[in-house]
């Protein structure tokens, strides 16, 4: 099991440093007739001072939708994301900024995730698929290999989650589906049988857009596992983890 732990822990760990790495600038031309510098990362900040076509301005670092940048004067401030759309590297190439517009949120269809978690007890590793049929009804299917210590097994799940405000960075969702659990306990005196029942869920979660190509997704389900002996279980999951999009 905790082989297993190690493998998901490193690919995680590499795609955080894939999304860290994404898209840093150090210095940028401002191609906008003028740039608004707002004391905070808001609009509810006062503008300090503004800051003119082609001046440049070096980036520092992001918060959501806002970009804190410091002028050649040394003087800094917060500016919005869509205000350094237009903008060029001193080389004149353009500037791709960490994370997609509001936009840009909901154009993609197809979207791949590795995560991790808990499952009733049991430790989860989990790949999952989904295609949004609309902006914001998206259709899945999880697989998943059940860790535990008196027994080990897999989950398959595909259902329908409805993401509310898809355009936000930051996005609850809710979902619904059904699937197959196989369980298989690990060797005992008195051998247990393996069993494969049906399931289904109902789950809630949030994803946020971290990069143009990487969002990080957690979310807790509550599974009814529907059980031969006319004694359903009930089984919580928690799981969370990246997912690329395209």
């Avoid at 060029?88 to 840009?104: I, N, Y």
């Avoid at 609850?172 to 197959?180: E, R, S, T």
């Avoid at 004694?231 to 919580?236: L, T």
Wanted: glycine residues 12%; hydrophobic residues 40%; aromatic residues 10%.
């Amino acid at each position: 099991m905790r082989s297993y732990l190690l493998a998901t822990c490193l690919v995680l760990g590499t795609l955080a440093a894939a999304v860290a790495h994404a898209g840093s600038v150090a210095q940028v031309v401002v191609r906008d007739p003028f740039l608004d510098l707002h004391a905070g990362p808001g609009r509810g900040y006062p503008v300090t001072q503004t800051v003119d076509r082609g001046a440049t301005v070096d980036l520092l670092r992001q918060r959501t939708d806002w970009i804190k940048v410091r002028t050649a004067r040394g003087l800094e401030g917060w500016v919005h994301r869509n205000q350094l759309a237009g903008t060029l590297t001193p080389q004149g190439d353009e500037v791709r900024l960490a994370g997609p517009s509001p936009e840009a949120r909901t154009a993609h269809r197809w979207e791949i995730g590795l995560g991790t978690g808990d499952f009733g007890g049991q430790s989860v590793v989990s790949v999952t698929g989904s295609y949004s049929l609309t902006e914001s009804l998206v259709a899945r299917a999880d697989v998943a290999q059940l860790l535990g210590n008196a027994s080990n097994g897999w989950l398959g799940t595909a259902g329908l989650a409805h993401v509310f405000m898809p355009q936000w960075r930051v996005s609850p969702f809710v979902g619904l589906g059904a699937g197959i659990v196989r369980i298989e306990p690990k060797a005992t005196l008195v051998q247990p049988e393996d069993r494969t029942d049906s399931a289904a869920y109902a789950g809630i979660g949030l994803r946020g857009y971290l990069t143009n190509r990487f969002l990080l997704q957690a979310e807790y389900r509550e599974f009814v596992i529907f059980t031969s002996r006319d004694d359903n279980e009930e089984i919580d999951e928690w799981t969370a983890g990246f997912t690329y999009y395209f």
